[in-house]
């Protein structure tokens, strides 16, 4: 079976966009609007469509989400502004995701250059961690006229969003064009380049007038039964596996998946898109709990994959795992020539001097007891998605602007 990794689903045309952009009641409360974390502003954006001013939509993307074209596939839009939508009470909601997409991608094909640094302030702020958070409140500093320095431990920028979403959801074609505006735009990123290691906490802090912690939960999970076991791997590493080599790996002829998030549903439609005949995902929740977002769980479905709800691991012996149902009085076995762990994300804040618990800084906001260091992204308090993370990212930036006073020069 050739694979389909790399198949990313085509998009909008011209005259698609157009029909799909008709159906909006461009409502004057605009509760998709309202509804996005990141204040994307889809009630703008699709009003341009309508009226064919496709850059101006991009201008509106821009103005809140640096990353735009990353979160047109990869945001749970049905969680925000999809769930919102006016129209979904009359029919099914707009497909707000696919109409950023369109947008975004005539933003790529005609070369727009939205994004621009303000004029300097004379400040410089140190951003540990190249993943979205990092990005976006990167691009809100340099927009607000400070250097910019993003430190990554990985040889690639962009964390999760390249080393961890599929290709089939996230090209990294798009990525890195996104990363090349920041890059474009000011930004210095250090790769190869780990905290603690190459560079101190106390040297960042000497050379910048704050440090932006923006690390991601880059270590999988290993559950204590499943440890030194050779068949298993953890979730992050299969997927940065399959990224990196574009889908070109070795593939199992059956595997078994235990997890039910996002992250599961991403190894699952994966395995089966490189071919793997038999793909079983046991989920501790049952459906009616699920956490995974209903369009990619419907994706790993179509793939055809067997999903056991409501079973947790009991028992491995090498090959061979045994579930048992949390509420019945079932038991399964199942041999397999893989298993992934799609069990949660560990932080590494060694060295970082930051006080984590359960994955998080304990306290609320991006504020550290150290008045120049602060936190964003997934170890800051709060959703955990990509919208979520340019949310963050922007909140931190405007945060250090507001103690900085970043302006002295204007």
């Known amino acids: ?30 509760p998709c609007s309202l509804a996005c974390p990141a204040h994307t502003d889809p009630a703008k954006f699709i009003r341009s469509v309508r009226f064919r001013n496709i850059k101006g939509a991009a201008e509106t993307i821009r103005e ?20 919102a939508c006016s129209r979904s009470g009359i029919d099914v909601p707009i497909d707000i995701g696919g109409i950023q997409r369109y947008v975004t991608d005539f933003e790529h094909q005609t070369n727009m250059h939205i994004l621009k640094a303000g004029r300097s302030n004379g400040r410089k702020i140190a951003i540990i961690g190249s993943g979205p958070a990092g990005l976006q409140s990167a691009v809100t500093l340099l927009e607000k006229g400070y250097t910019v320095d993003v430190f990554e431990q990985a040889e690639k920028p962009g964390g999760y969003l ?43 802090k000497a050379s910048h007038d704050a440090v932006i912690v923006a690390i991601g939960a880059s270590e999988g999970k290993i559950l204590p039964m499943f440890e030194g076991n050779p068949i298993v791997e953890s979730a992050i590493s299969f997927l940065a596996r399959a990224k990196e080599n574009r889908g070109n790996i070795e593939i199992p002829n059956d595997a078994v998946v235990i997890g039910g998030g996002d992250v599961a549903m991403d ?21 009616a709990e699920f956490k995974a977002s209903k369009k990619e769980l419907a994706g790993s479905q179509r793939e055809g994959v067997t999903i056991l ?72 308090q709060g959703d955990k998605t990509v919208v979520y993370a340019v949310q963050k990212g922007k909140e931190v930036a405007d945060e250090i602007d507001g103690i900085l006073g970043g302006h002295e020069n204007d």
């Open 267 to 287: 190894v699952v439609t994966t395995l089966k898109k490189l071919g793997v005949a038999h793909v079983t995902d046991a989920v501790y929740e049952e459906f």
């Open 309 to 380: 709800d409501g079973y947790v691991p009991e028992n491995v012996d090498g090959h061979t795992v045994t579930f048992k149902h949390r509420h019945m009085n079932s038991r399964l076995t199942i041999d397999a020539d893989k298993v992934i762990l799609a069990v949660g994300q560990e932080v590494n804040a060694e060295k970082l001097g930051i006080h984590i618990e359960h994955g998080e800084v304990p306290t609320a906001g991006y504020k550290t007891q150290d008045s120049k260091v602060f936190v964003t992204g997934d170890i800051a």
């Open 162 to 204: 390249t080393y961890g979403i599929p290709e089939y959801r996230l090209p990294t074609s798009i990525v890195d064009f996104e990363i090349k505006r920041i890059v474009d735009m000011g930004a210095t990123v250090h790769l190869n380049t780990k905290i603690g290691v190459d560079i101190t906490m106390a040297e960042l």
């Open 64 to 83: 809140n989400n640096a990353l735009g074209a990353i979160c047109a596939r990869v945001c749970p839009t049905e969680k925000y502004c999809e769930l």
């Open 1 to 30: 079976m050739p694979s389909k990794y790399e198949n990313e689903t085509p998009g909008y045309t011209m005259t698609t966009v157009m029909e799909e952009a008709a159906r909006c009641l461009l409502c004057h409360d605009a």
